[in-house]
């Protein structure tokens, strides 16, 4: 029985250089993940321009029934791999550029609840550590999935801070064989006790400085909204949150010590143009959403908040059995990022419910 694509282009991941850009050549090339497995390197060798030392890297890993070897060892290892078609994959990352082609996910992954990206220095100060675990935790209260890096520093704390009230994501610059730092051993087992870790690199892949920006866009791309906590001019975290406004996500900042080196690539956000947070409020009132309204629209929704006209057409398509984002964007010809952002809005109101696999039904008031 032929192995599911997903498992072999996770073998194409395994290959020596080969990236997502080379897997997507190869994969226009030959049209099906079959197709371009079972031509192999021989075949690969007139699509990619790689060097000799290269080409016998990849011969002496390659054989056909790899990917079912592999399939054993992802469950040996409670790795579930995502694809983009998919119904669990993140549909918010779907939406972006360069998405990445398989994610290797382990934990408990419920693709229809709303995240909000929370990075920071990993120098983080006493003030940056004490704000994100407020946020973090509140943020976790209100229904929110915390997402981060499993860093040191501001990374660390949003997660333990969400871990208090809620779930958290996190995104790894390595495959799961490789936590980094070594320390964070510990957390990234609580997080996938109480949530899921992310990567879009094969297991046996050690971390490489390259990574830690390119697995940030996957921390914002997976995120209706991306706050920075602390961060310096030159700051990583930066680069999430540019990533974020390229992606069309709302970008947060938290205002710090105007002394502080810490604090000057989170005053250029907010001169930029990012919504300044002083309390979780800041957050919430993005969305719409403020915890003492819900009660009252559950009440008596004539008297409670005013809900946008696109709302009601979204809470009139929704039905007491469940319906898939795919087919409510298609038919309200919305983008999936746009239907996600107002389901999370109603979904906080309590008045729709998000299910695993991107399902979504009407809660009864």
Known sequence: MMTEGKYILASLQSMPSFGRSRISKLMTYFKTPHQTWQAGPKEWREILALP???WLEIEAVYRKDLAEILEQEFTKREISVLIEKDLGYPPLLKEIEQAPLCLFVKGDYHSSKPCVAVVGSRAATHYGKS??????????DCGFIVVSGLAKGIDSFAHRGALKKGSTYAVLGSGHDYIYPKEHEKLALEI???GAVFSEYFYAVPPQAG??????RIISGMSVATLVVEAKATSGSLITA?????QGREVFAVPGNVFSENSKGCHDL????AKLVSSIEDILDEFQYIPSQKQNIRKNNDEGFQLTIMQQKILSSL?????HLDEMAAELALPIGSLLSELTQL?????????PGGYYNKEAL
């Open 52 to 54: 000799e030392k290269t």
């Open 131 to 140: 704000v994100t675990g407020y946020l973090a935790e509140a943020l976790a």
């Open 192 to 194: 996938q006790d109480k």
């Open 211 to 216: 990574f830690f920006p390119s697995r940030n």
């Open 242 to 246: 540019n990533f974020a406004l390229e």
């Open 270 to 273: 907010i001169r930029q143009g």
């Open 319 to 323: 039905e007491a059995e469940l319906r």
């Open 347 to 355: 979904e906080l109101l309590g008045l729709a419910k998000g299910h």
